[in-house]
């Protein structure tokens, strides 16, 4: 089955300690990008990768690092986390061709708390 | 910049009423992509269409229909005879192809909460 997979799905943490959300896509996409959603603003991209190591800045960056050695995987890496990075987190991953990419499709979501 | 406005926060209907939800965007582009997704309780983003800005027919499926303006640079979305089962928040997107510095990253707008009533 074609999906985006991301884990965990939950986490509770504590401020300053490091921790790690997985992404993976079994589609082949050159194209994936981390998300996140806060009430009244919708989602906001964090970073996009648009192929294996090539990744840039999305719109809300700080206090977030990614990286993507695997076409399938996009990991997002919070070093020090902090109380205004409780939120729920998406990976999405689509097809790109040239600049343009295709239908973008998202993970089940990651809802984090940190305290 | 872009922008998606979706000034419907929260919307209630009874069962088996047609319900529309606005969607307004802005952008300096020609070319453009529109999008609905769906967000149920249970948390994830199900994609329902996506719309290119050269193709203003209006599209139908099942109950669902999109009528896309762009004179009046709107992307609304009709759900005839609603269901429980509708009940979600509906986001609408804009994505802009040829801005390279932008990743093709989804501009969303901020969601509208629809509850359908038995």
């Known amino acids: 089955e074609a999906q985006v997979t991301q884990n965990p799905r939950y986490l509770i943490t504590v401020t300053g300690k490091k921790l790690t959300v997985t992404c993976s896509q079994n589609?082949?996409?050159?194209?994936m990008s981390w998300y996140r959603q806060d009430p009244g603003l919708g989602l906001r991209q964090i970073y996009y990768s648009m192929n294996v190591e090539v990744t840039d800045k999305g719109d809300v960056p700080e206090g977030y690092k990614v990286s993507r050695k695997e076409k399938r995987n996009f990991p997002l890496i919070l070093e020090s986390p902090s109380p205004n990075q409780t939120s729920l987190y998406f990976c999405a991953s689509s097809y790109l061709a040239g600049v343009s990419t295709d239908t973008q499709y998202f993970g089940p979501g990651t809802r984090l708390t940190v305290l | 910049a872009q922008k998606v406005t979706q000034a419907q926060t929260e919307i209630s209907v009874v069962e088996k009423e047609d319900v529309t939800l606005d969607c307004v965007y802005e952008?300096?582009?020609?070319?453009?992509?529109l999008f609905w997704y769906k967000q149920p309780p249970s948390g994830e983003l199900v994609f329902l269409i996506r719309?290119?800005?050269?193709?203003?027919q209006n599209e139908i499926s099942g109950r669902y229909s999109w009528n896309f303006q762009k004179s009046t640079s709107s992307f609304n979305f009709t759900i005839t005879a609603s269901q429980v089962v509708d009940s979600a928040v509906y986001f609408c997107a804009l994505s802009d192809p040829s801005d390279e510095t932008s990743g093709s990253r989804l501009t969303f707008g901020e969601g509208t909460q629809l509850t359908v009533n038995p």
């Open positions: 589609m082949n996409h050159e194209y």
């Open positions: 952008t300096r582009d020609t070319t453009y992509y």
């Open positions: 719309r290119n800005s050269f193709d203003e």
